[in-house]
């Protein structure tokens, strides 16, 4: 018969340290289970906010709106028209005759332009310019509003300027918005080509040299191709508000050597961000989806418009992170 021996004791610290593994396990397996169930519920959500919106519909005055991929809104297909915002000036009468800045002979001045006269000759289709931050908010407000008395809106929908990221989803990801060609083929988007020569020279820059695309100033909204998504004008024509406050950072460093007015960003509290280009612009880096400008809410430009994009759980008016 085999001796007896004794089994082998297993050290208190061993127990310490499978028991304090296993414990992290658990740990590790909870907090894995919380995020990801986190991550669902978002998705969750995310696609309820979708599905809750119209493929695809037109709204009291006209505008048509469209889904967009990896966003959870519906965007306009074209920027503010000017009878949109004439129709909001007439229903609310905002003062809209605060001081904007164009080109005169010696460069960028304050002038007597509106909205409705910005120094050169608008359609009813053409981008309203010459509004600042604040009133593309009032309007997105208002048209909330009026949507919802009329019935054609529900009470958690609501029209707000897009996000920067949402922006961002929106001119994808090519480098400019019909391709990577540079200079773009002729009648591509309404920018700084050879039709612009006074106010370029008023500017003191050179035009985009050997590209025209018929238009000195503003174009009808659709005039020139829509991008992959189907909106149109994402560069060109006018630059667009968006929601978010600027920080230097939305831009790459190279870029900000370039440009080094870029990193004066007041904090990150002081400027709204600028998405697209305008029909002054000529310069590549400028007109690139990517890049980022900005101006103080207050300021209106003949430069500049807006957006609008419908939300559903989201305040009416321009989303004010």
């Excluded at 005055?61 to 503010?80: A, C, D, Q, Y």
């Excluded at 996000?163 to 990801?173: C, I, L």
Aim: aromatic residues 10%; glycine residues 10%; proline residues 8%.
């Amino acid at each position: 018969m085999p001796p007896h021996r004794a089994r082998p004791r297993i050290q208190p610290t061993v127990i310490i340290a499978i028991m304090a593994l296993l414990a992290g396990g658990l740990v590790w397996l909870a907090a894995t289970g919380w995020k990801m169930a986190v991550h669902k519920l978002a998705a969750d959500r995310a696609a309820r906010r979708v599905a809750a919106l119209r493929a695809h519909f037109t709204n009291s005055l006209g505008m048509v709106f469209i889904r967009v991929p990896h966003t959870e809104v519906l965007f306009s297909i074209w920027k503010t028209r000017v009878q949109d915002f004439a129709s909001f000036v007439q229903s609310t009468g905002r003062d809209m005759h605060g001081r904007v800045f164009g080109l005169g002979p010696n460069g960028w001045v304050g002038t007597g332009a509106t909205w409705s006269a910005p120094g050169f000759p608008q359609t009813p289709t053409c981008p309203v310019c010459c509004v600042n931050w604040e009133d593309a908010a009032a309007f997105c407000d208002w048209l909330t509003q009026k949507e919802r008395a009329e019935g054609d809106l529900p009470p958690d929908q609501g029209y707000r300027l897009p996000t920067d990221a949402e922006w961002t989803a929106a001119v994808t990801k090519m480098k400019f918005p019909w391709g990577s060609q540079w200079p773009p083929l002729p009648d591509m988007a309404n920018l700084g080509g050879e039709e612009i020569a006074a106010d370029a020279q008023a500017g003191g820059f050179p035009p985009l040299k050997g590209y025209r695309d018929s238009f000195a100033h503003t174009s009808p909204v659709g005039t020139f191709p829509a991008n992959p998504h189907g909106l149109f004008d994402m560069a060109g024509n006018v630059q667009e508000w968006c929601a978010d406050w600027f920080r230097k950072e939305m831009n790459s460093e190279e870029f900000r050597r370039k440009h080094p007015q870029l990193n004066r960003d007041g904090g990150g509290q002081s400027y709204r961000v600028l998405r697209g280009s305008d029909w002054l612009d000529h310069d590549a880096g400028r007109i690139a989806s990517a890049t980022h400008q900005f101006y103080s809410p207050q300021v209106r430009m003949v430069t500049v418009g807006f957006r609008v994009v419908l939300a559903v759980d989201s305040p009416p008016g321009a989303a004010q992170n």
